[in-house]
């Protein structure tokens, strides 16, 4: 079947704009994850959502970013007034459960590329 | 400390021998290992999960786990060109209901053919 899905793939943004980054994750998986993998930084939790509520965002980096997730299914990550330090790579990972007895493989969407100029 | 530490390498192998890639971490209740693949450019690929102290094999990759020394390792056998990628380590909570994973940096393989 079809795997975690995002959009866009590359996004060129000038200091200070807003941008949207989407995910579809693999259908009828309620867990899912954004992270950041810039260089230096390696790969990083951002926010996870169980079904359409967000019980951790502790790795959410400032206010200026949020995510929401809607109908279980798609979610959408948020930067306010971007900076060059937010230039890497989003990843949008599901699980099909996130918290059951044993954890649940993460599978991993291609990534946005986010270059803030 | 770092949570999760991993050797950035790189780490060169010629093809045919055994890769031996190695990570540590900090948190003693930690009871999930992953393995991840990730070839430049591409987005991570699970290739083994390991949760009980010892080896666990799967085709050419054997996973060990060493709870007492807090070391998880990945051993690749036959090592072949397309084995060259970057291996992160990944750990989840130790409490159950929240699988968000902390990443080690990554070791990058590179297999000399």
């Known amino acids: 079947g079809a795997g975690v899905s995002q959009s866009p793939s590359n996004k060129v943004t000038e200091k200070g704009k807003d941008v949207e980054l989407r995910c579809d994750p693999i259908s009828g998986h309620t867990a899912l994850y954004w992270y950041r993998q810039s260089l230096g930084q390696g790969l990083e939790f951002l926010i996870y959502?169980?079904?359409?509520?967000?019980?951790?965002k502790s790795g959410l980096p400032s206010d200026r970013f949020s995510a929401e997730r809607t109908g279980g299914s798609v979610s959408t990550l948020t930067i306010q007034r971007t900076q060059q330090e937010d230039s890497a790579v989003y990843l949008c990972?599901?699980?099909?459960?996130?918290?059951?007895?044993?954890?649940?493989?993460?599978?991993f969407g291609p990534g946005t590329r986010l270059t803030v100029l | 400390q770092k949570e999760v530490e991993q050797n950035s390498g790189p780490l060169s192998v010629p093809e045919g021998a055994i890769a031996s890639l190695n990570c540590t971490y900090s948190?003693?209740?930690?009871?999930?290992f992953f393995w991840y693949r990730q070839y430049s450019g591409k987005s991570p690929e699970l290739i083994m999960s390991?949760?009980?102290?010892g080896d666990k094999e799967d085709g050419r990759f054997t996973a060990q786990l060493n709870k007492a020394s807090q070391y998880v390792s990945l051993l690749i056998r036959d090592s072949q060109p397309s084995d060259s990628a970057t291996y992160l380590c990944a750990v989840p909570p130790p409490n159950f209901g929240n699988e968000k994973l902390t990443f080690g940096t990554g070791t990058r393989l590179t297999i000399i053919p």
């Open positions: 948190d003693r209740g930690s009871q999930s």
């Open positions: 959502f169980q079904g359409n509520s967000a019980p951790d």
């Open positions: 390991i949760y009980s102290n």
């Open positions: 990972a599901s699980s099909l459960d996130g918290g059951g007895a044993s954890p649940d493989t993460q599978y």
